[in-house]
């Protein structure tokens, strides 16, 4: 069966630092990957995507920025953080066709103080 | 836990009774939907999914009924239980990976 891990589970930054989240997958190959963010009383949003090793698609702009170095890595990254990057991220993986139901890790809440 | 939600519309049951939470769409050409199931502070959990084909399908304690004309879904979930307390949202699909998700509504199961 699949799973997907998130870490750190909660992480406190200074503004002004950088920031690393590391998503990992398990029992699938070639998986589609999303970060999200959500937000207290909202839906959730789609930060980034990616198809494959390499390739990343961004929604919105921000000062966050994604990576895939390998095919079940999923890396969210930020130079400098600003009070506004608080949350709570979600990498989520679907199989590579169309309409397909994403699955969720247990998140990474990040509180920049 | 998880500050997910704070504001969110809030349905309290009692234990045993059934629950029925509903969702409205936005986009008619919308044709894959999808309920999920969040505790606090933990990632949001798949419960069941439906395509437009389709106006009803049942799961174990739980149905999801789409009603296309109004664009409606909901989620029953049958004899609630305390373990069902958590926020639940729908997601709409519109083509591709491309899904927009809803604020969810919290359920509170009393006893």
């Known amino acids: 069966s699949q799973t997907i891990h998130q870490w750190p589970a909660t992480l406190v930054q200074p503004v002004g630092s950088p920031l690393s989240l590391e998503c990992t997958v398990e029992?699938?190959?070639?998986?589609?990957l999303y970060w999200y963010r959500q937000a207290a009383g909202r839906g959730l949003q789609l930060l980034f995507y990616?198809?494959?090793?390499?390739?990343i698609s961004s929604e919105v702009p921000q000062n966050l920025s994604a990576s895939r170095p390998q095919d079940r890595q999923f890396i969210l990254s930020s130079k400098k953080l600003l009070l506004s990057d608080s949350g709570f991220y979600l990498c989520?993986?679907?199989?590579?066709?169309?309409?397909?139901?994403?699955?969720f890790g247990p998140g990474t809440r990040l509180l920049v103080l | 836990g998880e500050s997910v939600g704070l504001h969110l519309p809030t349905l309290s049951v009692q234990e045993g009774d059934n629950s029925i939470i509903n969702c409205a769409y936005s986009n008619s050409a919308s044709d894959y939907f999808i309920w999920y199931k969040q505790e606090s502070g933990k990632g949001p959990q798949f419960i069941i999914d439906i395509r437009s084909n389709m106006d009803k399908r049942q799961g174990q304690r739980v149905t999801v009924l789409l009603n296309k004309t109004v664009k409606h879904l909901s989620l029953q979930i049958a004899a609630t239980q305390p373990g069902d307390s958590a926020v639940y949202f729908c997601a709409e699909n519109r083509g591709g990976q491309n899904f927009v998700f809803g604020p969810g509504t919290r359920l509170s199961v009393l006893p």
């Open positions: 029992g699938t190959s070639n998986p589609n």
């Open positions: 990616s198809v494959g090793i390499g390739q």
């Open positions: 989520a993986w679907s199989r590579a066709t169309s309409q397909e139901t994403q699955y």
